[in-house]
């Protein structure tokens, strides 16, 4: 059983950072073995997808963020990190981390490809 729990949510000003993190407990599994997503959701919106690590650190990212949003992770700590600059307005959501225990994911912008979700954590972005 995966558990992830993010914090690091607020409240930001428009040209701002944050930096979100999303700690994965009670696992028995080598943390380095998932492959980690982040997403976010809007209200009255489907969640969508922000960003993507795997297991050697190759990272993708939303056109929406690319530039502005970093992903890393620390397999020691059992963490990922989803650091958010130059915040927009728009990016206010409900942040989630999510696992997938896969050495390779070529659909990782999908949420139903992945199998453990942390419970969100707010971001509001006044302008």
């Known amino acids: 059983q995966v558990q992830l729990v993010e914090s690091g949510g607020g409240l930001a000003q428009a040209g701002g950072s944050l930096r979100l993190s999303c700690a994965c407990v009670?696992?028995?599994?080598?943390?380095?073995?998932?492959?980690l997503g982040w997403f976010r959701q809007a209200p009255g919106l489907e969640r969508e997808f922000v960003g993507f690590?795997?297991?050697?650190?190759?990272?993708d990212y939303a056109l929406s963020v690319k530039g502005r949003f970093t992903i890393s992770r620390d397999n020691a700590r059992k963490a990922v990190y989803l650091q958010m600059n130059s915040l927009k307005p728009e990016d206010t959501a409900v942040y989630y981390c999510?696992?997938?225990?896969?050495?390779?994911?070529?659909?990782?912008?999908?949420?139903?490809?992945?199998?453990?979700w942390g419970q969100g954590t707010q971001v509001t972005v006044s302008s």
């Open positions: 690590i795997n297991w050697n650190d190759n990272t």
């Open positions: 009670a696992s028995s599994r080598t943390f380095s073995d998932y492959a």
């Open positions: 999510a696992a997938k225990r896969a050495s390779y994911m070529s659909d990782y912008q999908r949420t139903a490809n992945y199998d453990y």
